[in-house]
């Protein structure tokens, strides 16, 4: 779990040899230090890149606010963790030796790894900057009017990024369609399976038509989609009023980290479930945690898209909320 994340080498004779020897061992270990040098260093710069706007754009002030904040770091933190995993992949790769071969598979495998440990770093990340954000910033004043949205259009707004994201959940989580995209796409070579480093970008979850008689066990699972959808249908609307503007890229960065928060919620709901079911301890089913963090960014951006589009195109001709109040009798 915390292995993509610790400084010390592994514990295999591969970094042990000599430079000359059989497994080149000095070569290996200077290709892992310059992944951890490359993993840390884009995640400290990836972080403030998308913290600050965040902050900068949601308005607002007192506990709801710094509460809709914090969640909105919370998962910019989670997807910051990926990314620099991400970057630094090809290096983890080539640090395992044999780099060639099967090259894909093992940049997605390369790619999945230490996804558990930033769902609690990220939130410890988030209320550290939040309070200092609010310790920062001057107290309010006469602050203008901020032209959000009406209800109608933040709700519409958010349906329609919700359905982006509810047609990646129906369709490319179901482990049948996974399973056709994976093994569908050819290659060969050091480009053998591409299938796994698309399904890694493309399957928000996973879950599969129920099996026997007894559909008693399968409905309980089936809740953590819906309450992902839940989730970010909330965020969206939330986040579409709470812009002091709404452009795509504002609207992108945030539905990015709503559209994660459903992920990990729905991820934490299947854990709960499979620990009841199980001995285990609830350690081995925090594990599951992140794996769909890719999938999240990638249909963040587009639910984001369609969310900016749909108040564009909604508020043409129509009067902003502030404009509606100032134009009503005292």
Request: charged share 10%; net charge positive; with cysteine.
């Amino acid at each position: 779990m915390t292995g993509p994340w610790s400084t010390d080498l592994p514990s295999s004779s591969q970094f042990t040899d000599p430079a000359g020897a059989a497994g080149y061992g000095t070569d290996y270990a200077a290709l892992r230090e310059t992944a951890m040098r490359v993993r840390y260093a884009a995640l400290v710069l990836l972080f403030p890149c998308g913290a600050l706007p965040l902050l900068r754009w949601l308005s607002g002030r007192g506990f709801r606010h710094s509460a809709l904040c914090a969640a909105a770091l919370w998962g910019w933190g989670i997807v910051v963790a990926m990314l620099a995993v991400t970057v630094s992949a090809p290096w983890t790769v080539a640090s395992g030796g044999s780099a060639g071969f099967r090259l894909l598979p093992r940049l997605a495998g390369a790619m999945a790894q230490g996804r558990e440990l930033p769902v609690a770093a990220a939130l410890v990340a988030a209320g550290a900057a939040t309070a200092v954000m609010r310790v920062l910033r001057r107290e309010p004043g006469a602050e203008p009017p901020v032209a959000a949205p009406t209800a109608a259009t933040a709700r519409l707004a958010a349906t329609v990024g919700t359905a982006v994201v509810a047609f990646a959940v129906i369709v490319f989580s179901n482990d049948r369609v996974a399973g056709q995209i994976q093994t569908g796409v050819p290659g060969a070579g050091r480009l053998s399976d591409p299938g796994d480093l698309l399904r890694q970008w493309i399957q928000l979850g996973a879950w599969s038509m129920p099996t026997g008689s007894a559909p008693g066990r399968w409905l309980p699972y089936r809740a953590g989609e819906v309450a992902l959808l839940a989730v970010v249908w909330w965020g969206l609307r939330l986040l579409v009023v709470r812009l002091e503007r709404v452009t795509y890229p504002a609207c992108a960065l945030g539905a990015v980290a709503v559209t994660t928060l459903g992920v990990e919620v729905n991820e934490l709901w299947h854990s709960l479930l499979s620990y009841q079911f199980s001995t285990g301890g609830p350690l081995l089913y925090y594990i599951s945690m992140g794996s769909g963090v890719s999938a999240a960014l990638v249909f963040g951006v587009l639910a984001g898209g369609a969310c900016a589009l749909t108040v564009r195109l909604r508020s043409q001709g129509q009067p902003s909320a502030p404009a509606e109040a100032a134009a009503r009798p005292a």
